[in-house]
């Protein structure tokens, strides 16, 4: 079975520039998060989805950062305009959430590292 | 103070030998509690949950102490395949959604 597939693996770009990732979750996985891990800060929670739906965006470092789930196969980060300070490897994790039991169990996708110049 | 706080190490120690890692939260709501293992430029992998009693895999023993806010593991007979980083994992969200706060993690060095 595919796991949570991230794109691109590797992005390098100038200070300025807009950077868009990607993520496709597990199937049938109704929560899809965002997480960003630096060596200083460790993996912070961007924002998570909840059948969709955005539940709680409280880690988005600004508005540069936006993220959407336009459906339950699909998700985006955008950075607009990146910079620097935003270098960092980015995570997707899915994970099924139901009848309000956690497991506590995320799938992490293989992660984004950006470096912005 | 960090919401979940953890020794960074590196913790070096040689094969065979027991180990032991703690984290403290912050949180006294906090509901769950998990360890995850990160292996050098790879994604984290849940390693196991956290349980009030403390549970057992194999080797890899979880304890939980809500009055001090405090999880420990303990690995037995590290193996060469131990060396990773721990992350401690708490769950902050009383509804049952799935906030995970992560630790900065614990780097473990097993060595021949």
């Known amino acids: 079975d595919a796991g949570v597939i991230q794109s691109p693996r590797h992005e390098v770009t100038e200070m300025g520039q807009e950077v868009t990732l990607r993520c496709k979750p597990i199937?049938?996985?109704?929560?899809l998060f965002w997480y960003r891990q630096t060596m200083m800060r460790g993996l912070e929670l961007l924002i998570y989805?909840?059948?969709?739906?955005?539940?709680?965006d409280s880690g988005m470092p600004e508005d540069r950062f936006s993220a959407k789930m336009p459906n339950a196969s699909f998700s985006t980060l955008k950075i607009q305009p990146s910079e620097p300070r935003d270098s960092a490897v980015y995570f997707c994790?899915?994970?099924?959430f139901g009848g309000g039991i956690s497991t506590g169990e995320l799938f992490f996708g293989e992660g984004s590292r950006l470096t912005v110049l | 103070r960090k919401e979940v706080e953890q020794d960074p190490g590196p913790f070096n120690v040689p094969e065979g030998a027991t180990v032991a890692f703690n984290c403290t939260y912050s949180?006294?709501?906090?509901?769950?509690f998990f360890w995850y293992r990160q292996d050098c430029r790879k994604e984290p992998k849940l390693l196991m949950s956290?349980?009030?009693s403390g549970n057992e895999d194999g080797r890899f023993t979880a304890q939980l102490n809500r009055a001090s806010q405090y999880i420990s593991l303990l690995i037995r007979d590290s193996k060469l395949s131990d060396s990773a980083t721990y992350l401690c994992?708490?769950?902050?969200?009383?509804?049952?959604?799935?906030?995970?706060?992560f630790g900065t993690g614990t780097r473990l060095l097993v060595s021949p």
């Open positions: 994790a899915s994970s099924f």
């Open positions: 199937s049938g996985h109704n929560s």
């Open positions: 989805f909840n059948n969709n739906v955005p539940i709680d």
């Open positions: 949180n006294s709501a906090s509901q769950s």
């Open positions: 956290v349980y009030s």
């Open positions: 994992v708490v769950n902050k969200e009383n509804t049952g959604f799935q906030k995970l706060v």
